[in-house]
C-alpha cells in the first residue's frame, strides 16, 4: 500500500515537474512574442502629431513626412522627399476629360467624417498588436504570400486547387510599359473565411513569374486576416522578390513615400456601391516619372499620393512588360472544394451595370510617357464558373470589363 502510494506521489511529483518546465518555456516564448510584435509595433508606429478615431475604429495618426516607415531604410538617410512629380501623364494629355463626362465622384475615406489630418503630416493608420497576431509570424505581418504570384500565361490547371489564389483579370503584355490607369466600381464582396481576402486592383508587373518577379499593385480589398473586419479598404502592395522578402501592403514597411496629407493606405472607402443601387467607383493611376524614374501613384483626379522610389526595384527600374487590371480571391478550401468567399459584387459579369463590378476606361502608359487605350487586352479565369471576366469597349467607358462572381454556386462545386 504505502510503497504503491509513494510511487504514485513520485510520478505526480515528476508530472507536475513536467507541467512547470513546459508552462515556463511556453510562457518565455509568449514573452519572446510579445516583445516582437511590441518592437514590430514601435517601428510601425511613429509618434503621431494628431490621431483621428474613425467610425470604423481605426486610428489614424497624422505624422510627419519624414517620420514615416519609409525613412527606415537605409538608402533613405539622406532622401529628400519629392513634393511633385516631375510629369504627370493625364494632365498633360487631357485624357481626364473622360472623368468630367461622367458624374464628379464623391467617394472619400471614412476617418474623414472625424476630422483631417494637418498640411504637412500624412495620415497612416495605427497598426494595433491585435493585427499583428492575426499574421502567421511578425515577419509576415503585411506580406502576401508567394503563392499570390498572377500567373495568367500558361497557368497549369493542375495547379489551380493547389494555389488556391483565383483571378478574373484583363491584360497585356509583350511591350515596355511606364504606367497604367482604371477606374475600378466599389464593393464589400463577403469573406467566408478570415484567412481568405478579396481584393480588385491593377498590376504593374516586370520580370519573370519565378523568383525575382518585380510588382507594384493599388485598389482596393477585403481582408480580415489583415485589417480586423469586413470593410473595403484603399490598398497598394509592392515586392521586387515574387513576394518573398522584400515589399509590403500600404506603409507596413519601408517603400513608398507617401506626401499626401488627405488619404490613408488601408483606411475604408466609403460609400461602397448597392447591388441595383447607386454605384461608386475610385480611379487610380500609377506612372513612373521619366525623369527620376520614381512610381507615383494617384487616387482620384486630386490626391497624389506618392512615390516608389526606383531603387526598390529592379525590372522596374526600367519598365514594366506587362499589366493586369481585375480581381483575385484566395480560396482556403482543401481537395478541389470551392469557397464561398465573393469577388467583386459576388455576381457574374452578365448581370451588367449596377450588379456586377467593372474595370472601366483601363489604360497603359506607353513609352512616349502617354495615356493611351492598350492594344490586344487578353482576358484570364482559373475557373470561369466560380469567377469571370468579359471585356468590351464603348465611347464612355472606353476598354472596359465587368468580372466578378460568386465563388461556390451549383456550377462550381
Ligand atoms: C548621407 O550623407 C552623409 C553626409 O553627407 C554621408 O556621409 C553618407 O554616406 C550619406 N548616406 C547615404 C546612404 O547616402
Ligand atoms: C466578417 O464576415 C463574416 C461573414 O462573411 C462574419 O462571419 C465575420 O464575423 C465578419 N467579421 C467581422 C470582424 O465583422
Known amino acids: ?17 513536467l507541467l512547470l518546465v513546459s508552462s515556463s518555456q511556453a510562457r518565455r516564448l509568449t514573452a519572446r512574442q510579445h ?24 486610428l489614424i495618426d497624422c505624422v510627419h ?7 527606415d531604410h537605409p538608402f533613405l538617410k539622406n532622401h529628400t522627399i519629392q513634393m511633385q512629380p516631375s510629369f504627370h501623364p493625364d494632365r498633360m494629355f487631357g485624357t481626364s476629360m473622360v472623368e468630367s463626362s461622367t458624374e464628379k465622384s464623391d467617394i472619400t475615406q471614412l476617418w474623414h467624417t472625424n476630422g483631417r489630418c494637418p498640411d504637412g503630416t500624412i495620415p497612416i493608420r495605427r497598426t494595433t498588436k491585435e493585427d499583428v497576431l492575426r499574421a502567421s509570424s511578425v515577419k509576415r505581418f503585411g506580406k502576401k504570400s508567394h503563392r499570390s504570384i498572377p500567373r495568367p500565361i500558361s497557368i497549369n490547371p493542375d495547379l489551380v486547387n493547389e494555389n488556391g489564389h483565383q483571378h478574373a483579370i484583363a491584360y497585356v503584355e509583350g511591350d515596355k510599359f511606364y504606367g497604367a490607369k482604371a477606374t475600378i466600381n466599389v464593393w464589400q464582396p463577403k469573406i467566408q473565411q478570415s484567412n481568405e481576402f478579396s481584393l480588385s486592383q491593377l498590376w ?5 513569374f519565378g523568383q525575382d ?24 502592395y509592392w515586392t521586387s522578390d515574387a513576394y518573398q522578402a522584400t515589399g509590403c501592403y500600404n506603409l507596413l514597411c519601408s517603400g513608398f513615400i507617401q506626401i499626401n496629407s488627405q488619404i490613408a493606405m488601408g483606411a475604408s472607402i466609403s460609400p461602397i456601391s448597392g447591388f441595383g443601387g447607386s454605384q461608386y467607383d475610385i480611379s487610380i493611376l500609377v506612372w513612373k516619372d521619366p525623369k527620376q524614374g520614381n512610381w507615383w501613384m494617384q487616387f482620384g483626379n486630386d490626391y497624389v499620393l506618392g512615390y516608389w522610389p526606383s531603387f526598390l526595384f529592379s525590372y522596374l527600374a526600367d519598365s514594366a512588360t506587362m499589366i493586369e487590371w481585375g480581381g483575385e480571391v484566395v480560396n482556403s478550401e482543401p481537395d478541389g472544394e470551392h469557397t464561398s468567399t465573393q469577388m467583386g459584387s459576388g455576381h457574374f459579369p452578365d448581370e451588367g451595370f449596377g450588379k456586377a463590378s467593372y474595370f472601366r476606361n483601363i489604360q497603359i502608359v506607353d513609352s512616349s510617357n502617354n495615356l493611351r487605350a492598350p492594344k490586344d487586352i487578353g482576358t484570364f479565369t482559373e475557373q470561369s464558373s466560380c469567377y469571370d471576366v468579359q471585356n468590351g469597349n464603348n465611347g464612355e467607358w472606353g476598354n472596359y470589363f465587368y468580372y466578378g462572381g460568386p465563388g461556390k454556386n451549383p456550377n462550381c462545386p
Not at 510584435?37 to 475604429?57: A, F, M, Q
Not at 504593374?204 to 519573370?208: D, E, P, Q
Request: aromatic share 10%.
Open 213 to 236: 518577379l518585380n510588382s507594384i499593385e493599388a485598389g482596393w480589398q477585403v481582408s480580415p486576416d489583415l485589417y480586423g473586419d469586413n470593410n473595403t479598404r484603399l490598398f497598394t
Open 1 to 17: 500500500m504505502a510503497t504503491r502510494s509513494g510511487k504514485g506521489l513520485l510520478v505526480l511529483c515528476f508530472l507536475l515537474l
Open 204 to 208: 504593374i508587373l516586370g520580370g519573370s
Open 35 to 58: 516583445f516582437e510584435v511590441r518592437k514590430h509595433l514601435k517601428r510601425l508606429n511613429k509618434t503621431p502629431i494628431k490621431t483621428i478615431e474613425s467610425p470604423d475604429g481605426d
Open 65 to 71: 513626412p519624414y517620420h514615416q516607415p519609409a525613412f
